[in-house]
């Protein structure tokens, strides 16, 4: 699969107890289109509150899996299908929970140079939902100039 630089722009908003938080990010990545399956990669930040973590997303038709992969073991692999429910292993350098993930929706508009994503789904620890969360990932094609600028294709 050939990969693409690409900027990616991520925003995340998680409803639990109290008022809803948001988190905005944009970060640079690599895409990368295959007849089955796209693929995006990304390092997570401090502002994430996951900094040194890799983010693996593949996107498949009815299905869409995320890998977080981090030092000393940490991370995740959450699987999102569309009204399903299923169960991934939280990783932390201060121990292992399992997690239930119900996916509500899943909308993918990706194509050859990018495109957009939405996932809205619930977490639960124990059969209790512990919030629900948004997704929207919008993902461009970049050129680098000479100078090393990002400039937007037309």
Same mark, same amino acid.
């Given at each position: 699969m050939i990969m693409k630089d690409v900027v990616?722009?991520?925003t995340g908003v998680q409803q639990g107890e109290g008022a809803p938080s948001m988190l905005e990010m944009v /970060?640079?990545?690599?895409y990368g289109v295959e007849r089955d399956k796209i693929l995006l990669r990304y390092q997570e930040s401090e502002l994430t509150g996951m900094e040194g973590m890799e983010t693996s997303i593949t996107i498949r038709p009815q299905r869409?899996?995320?890998?977080?992969q981090g030092a000393e073991g940490a991370g995740a692999q959450m699987?999102?299908?569309e009204g399903e429910k299923n169960y991934f292993l939280y990783n932390t350098p201060f121990g292992s929970a399992t997690m239930g993930l119900h /996916?509500?929706?899943i909308h993918c508009r990706m194509g050859e140079r990018?495109?957009?994503m939405e996932i809205d789904y619930s977490v639960d620890m124990e059969e209790h939902v512990v919030g629900r969360n948004r997704f929207f990932i919008h993902v461009k094609e970049t050129e680098k100039s000479h100078t090393g600028d990002i400039r937007w294709p037309i």
């Open positions: 990616i722009s991520i /970060t640079q990545g690599q869409v899996e995320m890998l977080r699987i999102f299908e /996916t509500n929706k990018g495109g957009f």
